[in-house]
């Protein structure tokens, strides 16, 4: 990865205005400085060098940045520059290169977070009467409050103390900054240490052509854009992840008469989509994604927009026509909009032809959505475009073969349609550039490729899923070589895998060939984190793959004992399900050191002995399925020293002993011990200490004694089965009150799967993708909610985690990269 510059799905047009504007003010600088003709050496000054001293005194510098602020010239310390003929200082720029995790992911990184600067931030900056340019940005200060004399560099006309860990209150002081164009104090997302209590204070910087705010409490500066619009050369203004609160669905005045970039993203409201923004006829850039809008837009109100470039809309409720607001566009903006980003949304109706107008379109994203119709043919005239997702919409049709002129698409996500038809080489024969694919329907679709084909691109994600494509394994992927996830699910490849294909996984992070007919075995090694080969007709042994992290092989022919060092070679495992196949012997006591694994899915085979006594050792585990095998015994005593074990299933095996030993399964949702040798009495304590039970099923073993009065208090029981045993007494009666019968129970994450996010997020931080790890088995409405949701993750704070550096999940997407 490294030497590669990474892009997330679609350019970003904020960096390019805003460097555009920071050069701008760069050029000024310099020309106000360069100009002369004359060449005098540039002269430190004395008093101002003492400054600087004692600035770099009050900071930590772990690392040294600040090295070269030694000696007599301090115009040539690093980060300073002086004016040429005073030798005044007026640029301060201690941004630090070293990384954008610098304090947020400290200790989670494998480099070390020394290079951050740190500490205090002297006063002596006063001393710096020229100062009008000061970057302290991507350090960390610990939660340090900026200084209120921040506010007295009169000078000061660029501010930048983004993502630098500052804290508490944003000061009012820097109210007094007239001369202030650029301002950025943003955050971390999510991170809601700094806050304002009101915008009041800019109304002073009458100058302010950049304002960014992002991650910034504001949730109590309810008047914020009353504030705002006092600005009138205000150009961008980011307010991203503020907590916004009040979002005014229109204003008398818009005062804005050259704002271009407006972004007020992520602040998960519920209110309806303000319009005002529609009015505002300069913007280029628009964004307010991930802010649970309702409303819709009419086509009318984009009438005023002549220079819109990119509107991103994503992650909202709006349910409005797509055809009338792409002939809105079309309308307004067909040789402007670059970005359209309508993701997660209610879009309905078709796609109309007009669409082909918008011809300089570079990204139209549209996923999730309720669009209809087929994809109109002019989608061809859209030259420029690089990405064109229209995955998990109600599409039908066939896909036309006009797609196959976007010469410039890198991004095709065609996935969880219904699609008619084939898909052909046609079709994707000119996509030269195509390094991300996905199509799947759900009517019967044909992949239609010659086993000659050699396609035009090199792919680094490739899906494929409900579309007949075997039976033959694809022979055309062998020239894929930089592939990073493969995912060929129900494309009816009833073949082996051959070994060219097992060689081309050196650098896969994702694999899942689930759902088809092969046969044969699977290789001794494989370096692929996320495998998933269930549903096939694959045999031998279970091999041992060192850097697996998710691996599914249930489900398929897979025979003889699980390897015995199975835990000290797998160490890395998340999910193991080996269920489904004829897997006999014990369950070998080394599985117990799995310390990361939180599922353990082990249910249909033919396993005997006991349950390894040291279970309790796996802290992470969640899920435990071992149902119908042999296995004998009692349950462990360590299973409920498992602080997250919320889904147990032991049925259809012959265990026997007393409950007891669940007395401290707290967590537990799911316990089913049916068909067993279980006896004695189901006790009191199951209603009580285990409060979030929601199924139960014991049947047929050999309980006695009453069904306790105390399972009433389970108030999500919802599956309760007592059948086949020898109890006695009655049937208590307020079973028959359970709320948990009559709703469908809402349901969270469980808890367990939070510590996966964490872990997950690790592995992002570390510059790795990983696919999800996908389903965790079959008959659980829980888990399938919990994979939905995991599907659709955004960006999502851990709850009871609050306050850590390390409550934030980054989105697990596919990152593509370009060699530069
Ligand atoms: C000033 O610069 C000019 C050329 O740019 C050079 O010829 C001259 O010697 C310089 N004077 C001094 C004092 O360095
Ligand atoms: C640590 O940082 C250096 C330089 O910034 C980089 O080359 C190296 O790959 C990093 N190491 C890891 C493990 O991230
Ligand atoms: C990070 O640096 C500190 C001292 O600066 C050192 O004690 C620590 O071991 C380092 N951590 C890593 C992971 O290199
Ligand atoms: C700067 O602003 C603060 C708070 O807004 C105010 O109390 C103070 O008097 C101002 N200082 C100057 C020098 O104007
Ligand atoms: C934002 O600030 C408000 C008021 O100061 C506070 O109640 C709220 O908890 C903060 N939000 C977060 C997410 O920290
Ligand atoms: C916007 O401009 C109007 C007219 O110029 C002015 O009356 C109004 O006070 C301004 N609004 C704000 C919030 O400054
Ligand atoms: C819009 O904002 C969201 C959240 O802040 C960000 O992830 C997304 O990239 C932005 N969209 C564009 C087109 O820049
Ligand atoms: C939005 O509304 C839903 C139900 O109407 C509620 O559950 C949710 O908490 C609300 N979210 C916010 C951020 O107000
Ligand atoms: C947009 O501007 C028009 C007239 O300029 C005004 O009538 C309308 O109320 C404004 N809409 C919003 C949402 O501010
Ligand atoms: C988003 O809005 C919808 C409809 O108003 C609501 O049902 C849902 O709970 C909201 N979601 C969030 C996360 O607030
Ligand atoms: C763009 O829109 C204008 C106005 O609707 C129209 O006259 C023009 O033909 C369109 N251009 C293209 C290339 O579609
Ligand atoms: C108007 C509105 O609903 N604003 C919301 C912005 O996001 C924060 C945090 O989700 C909510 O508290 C605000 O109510």
């Known amino acids: ?45 004395e008093f101002e060098r003492k400054a600087l001293l004692k600035f770099k005194e009050g900071l930590t510098d772990p ?53 951050c600067l740190g500490g205090e931030i002297s006063p002596s900056l006063l001393d710096l009467k020229y100062l009008s ?81 992002g991650g910034v409490n504001l949730s109590e500066a309810t008047d914020w854009l009353h504030s705002v619009n006092t600005m009138p050369s205000l150009s961008e203004l980011h307010l991203f992840d503020c907590q916004l609160s009040n979002f005014p669905k229109s204003i008398q005045n818009i005062n804005f008469t050259s704002l271009l970039v407006l972004d007020l993203s992520s602040n998960e409201s519920n209110s309806s989509l303000p319009l005002w923004p529609f009015n505002i006829s300069t913007l280029v850039e628009f964004n307010v994604s991930l802010n649970n809008f309702t409303g819709s837009i009419v086509s009318a109100a984009l009438g005023s927009y002549h220079n819109l470039q990119s509107l991103d809309l994503s992650s909202n409720s709006i349910s409005s026509d797509i055809r009338e607001l792409l002939e809105g566009l079309s309308g307004c903006c067909n040789s402007s909009l670059k970005e359209l980003i309508l993701g997660s949304n209610k879009f309905n109706g078709k796609l109309p032809d007009s669409l082909g107008h918008l011809n300089y379109l570079r990204s139209l994203v549209l996923n999730e959505n309720l669009i209809s119709g ?6 061809g005239r859209l030259f420029f475009l690089k990405e064109l997702d229209l995955s998990f919409n109600e599409m039908n049709g066939s896909i036309p073969t006009s797609l196959g002129r976007l010469t410039e698409l890198t991004k095709l996500q065609l996935f969880h349609n219904s699609w008619k038809g084939l898909l052909s080489q046609n079709h994707l024969q000119g996509l030269a550039k195509l390094r991300v ?95 998933d080969l269930r549903f096939n007709r ?28 199975i835990g000290s070679v797998m160490s890395s495992l998340v999910v193991l399900d080996l269920s489904g196949n004829s897997l006999d012997g014990t369950i070998p006591l080394s599985i117990c050191k799995l310390k990361v694994l939180q599922g353990l899915f082990l249910s249909d085979n033919h396993l005997s002995g006991q349950i390894p006594i040291h279970l309790g050792d796996m802290y992470a585990l969640g899920s435990v399925d071992l149902s119908q095998n042999n296995l004998s015994g009692h349950i462990p005593e360590s299973m409920c020293s498992l602080p997250f074990l919320y889904w147990l299933r032991l049925s259809g095996n012959n265990l026997s002993g007393e409950l007891s030993r669940l007395k401290n399964c707290r967590n537990l949702q799911t316990l089913d011990l049916g068909d067993n040798k279980f006896s004695g009495n189901i006790p009191g304590w199951l209603g009580e200490n285990l409060s979030l039970l929601s199924k139960i099923r014991m049947r047929a073993n050999l309980f006695t004694g009453d069904i306790p009065q105390q399972l009433c208090h389970l108030s999500d029981l919802h599956i309760l089965d007592l059948a086949h045993n020898y109890f006695t007494g009655s049937i208590p009666h307020c079973l028959g009150n ?67 550096k390390d409550n934030i999940i980054k989105p697990l997407k596919i990152t593509v990269s370009f060699r530069s």
């Open 1 to 45: 990865m490294t030497g590669q510059s990474i892009y997330t799905t679609t350019f970003n047009l904020t960096v390019f205005l805003f460097l555009s504007l920071l050069s701008q003010f760069v050029s000024l600088e310099t020309s106000r400085f360069n100009s002369n003709d004359g060449n005098l050496t540039t002269h430190c000054i």
């Open 63 to 115: 690392s040294g940045q600040l090295s070269s602020w030694v000696g007599k010239d301090c115009c040539r310390w690093k980060g300073v520059s002086c004016n040429k003929h005073t030798g005044n200082i007026f640029k301060i720029d201690l941004r630090n290169q070293g990384g954008e995790y610098c304090s947020l992911f400290e200790g989670l990184a494998d480099n070390n977070s020394s290079s």
């Open 133 to 213: 340019y000061l970057d302290l940005s991507m350090n960390d200060f610990q939660g340090i409050t900026i200084p209120n004399f921040i506010g007295s560099l009169e000078k000061l006309s660029y501010l930048r103390l983004s993502q630098s860990n500052f804290g508490g209150m944003v000061p009012p002081h820097l109210g007094n900054l007239s001369n202030l164009q650029y301002l950025d104090l943003s955050a971390f997302v999510f991170y809601y240490n700094i806050w304002a209590s009101d915008l009041n204070w800019l109304v002073g910087l009458s100058s302010l052509k950049y304002l960014n705010l």
């Open 374 to 379: 087929p994809i109109p043919e002019s989608v």
């Open 437 to 531: 694919f996905s199509v799947s329907s759900d009517t019967t679709c044909i992949f239609d490729v010659t086993h000659e084909w050699l396609p035009p691109f090199s792919l680094l994600a490739i899906q494929i899923s409900n579309y007949l494509l075997g039976p033959k394994f694809p022979t055309w992927l062998r020239n894929q070589k930089e592939l990073l996830s493969i995912v060929l699910t129900n494309v009816s490849i009833s073949d082996t895998v051959p070994d060219w294909f097992w060689k081309l996984s050196m650098q896969i992070d994702k694999l899942d060939l689930s759902h088809n007919e092969i046969v044969g075995v699977v290789p001794n090694s494989l370096g692929i984190s996320f495998v």
């Open 538 to 565: 694959l045999e031998g042994t279970i091999p041992l793959w060192p850097k697996v992290i998710c691996l599914f092989l249930n489900n398929n022919l897979f025979s003889g004992a699980i390897p015995l060092n």
């Open 738 to 804: 359970l709320s948990g019968f009559n709703r469908f129970t809402s349901v969270n994450i469980p808890f367990a799967y939070r510590f996966f996010y964490i872990y997950q997020m690790d592995l992002v931080v570390k510059g790795r993708q990983f696919g999800k790890c996908g389903s965790f088995s079959k008959d659980d409405i829980e888990t399938v909610v919990l994979v939905s949701s995991y599907a659709n993750l955004k960006q999502t704070k851990v709850a009871g985690t609050e306050g850590r």
